[in-house]
């Protein structure tokens, strides 16, 4: 027996905008909101429980400190990485420095409050 990874939470300060850019990164939906403000969002018709996991976007007003111990990577489906990195940037997504050498076939990235993220080199199948 083995578990899966069914959704990802985040805390973080403006669910709403954090929702619509993850959202536009995935092509993700809005699946539901709890009265605590949290936003679930995930893929259209699958939602939770299916082939991937779905993300819950939470309000927290705790600072973050230092650098996240654990990151999301990414990787373009329909397009070479190149242009998914304009696509990304375009979307809000800015540069960010966690000590790499320049060498690597990945950029990364922060999300709207700072996440870091990775956009690795390899185009996926879509699912």
């Known amino acids: 027996m083995a578990c899966r990874i069914s959704e990802l939470v985040i805390d973080c300060a403006d669910p ?3 929702a619509a850019f993850w959202s536009e990164v995935l092509g993700y939906v809005e699946l539901g ?3 605590d403000g949290s936003i679930e969002i995930g893929p259209p018709g699958a939602g939770f429980g299916g082939p991937q996991p779905t993300l819950v976007l939470s309000p927290s007003s705790d600072p973050r400190t230092g650098r996240l111990r654990l990151h999301i990577d990414v990787n373009a489906t ?3 990485q190149d242009a998914e990195l304009e696509r990304l940037l375009a979307l809000g997504a800015r540069p960010a420095d966690v ?4 060498t690597e076939n990945w950029h990364t990235l922060a999300d709207p409050e700072g996440n870091e993220f990775c956009l690795l080199h390899t185009r996926l199948q879509p699912l």
Request: no cysteine.
């Open 78 to 80: 329909d397009r070479d």
């Open 16 to 18: 709403d905008r954090l």
């Open 33 to 35: 909101r709890e009265e």
């Open 99 to 102: 000590g790499q050498t320049g």
